[in-house]
Structure formats: structure tokens, C-alpha cells
């Protein structure tokens, strides 16, 4: 299985905007630590973000140091724990927020690239050069990457809705999936930017929510048992305009509570019970934000497509090991009871 990773890593990289920066496993390391545009021992980064790439052990930013201290284990949860300690106190500073909401991409399609996604990326491969890790990484901003031969593959959205940040909207979140390349799920973490805590779980154990700063034990995660839509704060994904030129009415009529944003961060809340549903069942989520909703059903949700088939995680994983982001319309809901009054809502539009 590596090989099916590393053919496609050596391109897709060198399409991404890093250029081909970080394809073998030697380029990623001189970019990060040499001369090659590195930021030197000591500096911060862009708002003055402290920035990770070649800190000294001596230098490293509070930040990291907090997060070495509360690492839990899994790999997923070190390195979201560790983006969000590093993100969140400068979207405290209104001036540090201004400059993190400088546009360096416009990815098309109303997508834009903005300096904090930079700045979480930044950490996100400096963490993983730092633990050694020598498989591959799917960023959202940097594409497919190989880092080394491992048949493991990590996925990231190193900071999931930027626009609605930077536009006073906070809900945003990292999130950090680690799975073989063979598509089975080793471990995933959502890092809450709003509310300090970590939604993780590991192939042994069931979903759970952790403090950010880990001074509570972890938690189980537990969705909610809301049977019916009439009852139930739903989210359904039309906050762009061209996904609400033929909106789903009669499902837009029947919930107690509506809301319109979507990214990981509405998966961690339908895994802790706060939010009981999602539908996206007509444009669907990229790829690497599907993956959020493996850690709602080990929570005791449902996802489905709108046709009520499961939706293969495995098979997600092994297109991204191969460089390929689809979409995938899908429902998820805490409950089967409430996922079945969903689909014929849905049905009924």
C-alpha cells in the first residue's frame, strides 16, 4: 500500500502552493529547519503568532510547551490540541486577528486562503516532523504530501471556517485525522476554537471530549436522543448562495432550531449532543471534512447518504492517498429515530 501514497504524493504536492517543498522526506525536513525561507529560533510569525518551524527546544512557544505537557497519546489529538493553543490566543487581539485575516490564496470557487491557515499549517508539519511521523499528510492547503514510507496517512484541516472567522462568525475548529493507508481509522481529533476542549477517539475508544488545556479527565461523548425533527436544532449547509438556489423546504419547515454553517466544528457538536443533525444533500463536503462524521457515529450517530446507505470512511481515505478530494452528500443525525424523520422530510422536498 505505501506505493499507492507515493505516486501520487510526488505531483500533488508540487501543484499545491507550497511548491514541491515538502515532497521526499529530505525537502520537507531542510524547508522546515535549514535556510530555505525557514523562520529563525526565536521569531514569530505573521501577527506575532509564535512561529514553530526550527524553535529550538529552548525557544519552543508557550503554546507548544502547553501542549507537550497535556499530549494525551493519540496523534490526532496532540497535534489539534497543539494548532488551537497556538491559534486561539491571537484571535483574542483584535489587531493579531486583522492581520491573521489577510487573503495569501484565492482558491476559486469563493474559497480564499487567509494568513492563520498559513500559521496552522505551519505547526501542523512542524509537530509531525518533531514526533517523527514518515507517512503521509493531506492538508487542505498543502494537498497530498509525503512525508516518508509508513503506510499511515494523516489528514488536516488545519483551520476549519476561516471566511466565517473574518467575519465576526466564530466557528472554526482543527481537525486532525490519522488512519493506514488501507482506510482503517487509527485515531481523529476536533479541536473546539470556540470552547477549549478536544472531541477525539481512538480505534479502542468511543468518542470522547477532553479540556483543551487538559485539566478534566476525558469524558465520554454521547449524542443526543432527540427523536423527532420537530424537536431538534438541525444544521443544514446553505450558507453560500449557489447551495440555496432550490432549498429543501419542507425540511427547512420542520426543525425547532435552524442553522446554516457547516465544517467540523458541527460534527463535534452533534458528537457531545449539542446540535442533533446535518444535512448537506446536494452539493456535499470535500473530503477531508467528511472525515469529522466518523467521530459522530462513534458517538451513536448515523450518517448516511440521503438515500439512507452508509457512508465509507475507508473508501474516502484511500481517494485522499491517492491525491483525490470528491464530494459526498451525506445526513447525519444523533440518532437512528431522528435520522429517519430527516430522510423523509428530505424526501418529501
Known amino acids: 500500500m505505501p506505493s499507492e501514497c507515493c505516486s501520487a504524493c510526488s505531483g500533488s504536492a508540487s501543484s499545491s502552493r507550497f511548491g ?51 499530549a494525551q497519546g493519540p496523534l490526532s489529538f496532540d497535534i489539534a490540541a497543539e494548532i488551537a493553543e497556538t491559534i486561539r490566543p491571537a484571535l483574542a487581539d483584535a489587531a493579531r486577528t486583522e492581520s491573521l485575516g489577510e487573503i495569501t490564496q484565492d482558491k476559486g470557487g469563493d474559497h480564499t486562503a487567509h494568513r492563520v491557515d498559513d500559521v496552522a499549517e505551519r505547526v501542523l508539519f512542524d509537530a509531525l516532523e518533531r514526533r517523527r511521523f514518515a507517512g503521509c499528510v493531506f492538508s487542505e492547503e498543502a494537498g497530498l504530501v509525503r512525508l516518508g514510507d509508513e503506510p499511515r496517512i494523516v489528514v488536516c484541516d488545519p483551520y476549519c471556517n476561516t471566511t466565517l472567522t473574518f467575519h465576526g462568525v466564530r466557528e472554526s475548529a482543527v481537525a486532525v485525522y490519522e488512519y493506514n493507508l488501507a482506510g482503517d481509522f487509527l485515531s481523529g481529533a476536533i479541536a473546539d476554537i470556540q470552547i477549549p476542549r478536544v472531541v477525539w477517539a481512538t480505534t479502542r475508544e468511543r468518542t470522547r471530549v477532553t ?15 432527540i427523536p423527532q425533527l420537530d424537536q431538534a436544532f438541525l444544521v443544514v449547509s446553505l450558507l453560500k448562495r449557489r447551495r440555496r438556489q432550490n432549498p429543501p423546504l419542507k425540511l427547512l419547515s420542520g426543525p425547532k432550531l435552524l442553522s446554516t454553517i457547516d465544517g467540523a466544528i ?20 470535500p ?9 459522530v457515529v462513534r458517538a451513536g450517530g448515523v450518517v448516511t447518504d440521503p438515500a439512507g446507505a452508509p457512508i465509507d470512511f475507508g473508501a474516502i481515505v484511500r481517494g485522499l492517498g491517492r491525491g483525490e478530494v470528491g464530494r459526498h452528500r451525506f445526513v447525519a443525525s444523533a440518532n437512528p429515530s431522528l435520522h429517519s424523520d430527516v430522510l423523509a422530510h428530505l424526501a418529501a422536498d
Not at 473530503?287 to 467521530?295: N, P
Open 20 to 70: 514541491n517543498r515538502f515532497s521526499p522526506l529530505t525537502t520537507a525536513t531542510s524547508a522546515r529547519t535549514g535556510s530555505s525561507g525557514a523562520v529563525a529560533v526565536g521569531s514569530t510569525g505573521p501577527a506575532g503568532v509564535p512561529c514553530a518551524r526550527g524553535a529550538s527546544r529552548t525557544s519552543r512557544p508557550a503554546s507548544r510547551r502547553r501542549a507537550e505537557q497535556v
Open 211 to 225: 479540556a483543551l488545556n487538559g485539566s478534566t479527565r476525558p469524558s465520554p461523548a454521547s449524542c443526543s436522543k
Open 266 to 285: 458541527v460534527a463535534a457538536r452533534i458528537a457531545v449532543g449539542e446540535v442533533d443533525g446535518f444535512v448537506d444533500h446536494q452539493f456535499g463536503q
Open 287 to 295: 473530503s477531508y471534512e467528511t472525515l469529522a462524521y466518523e467521530l
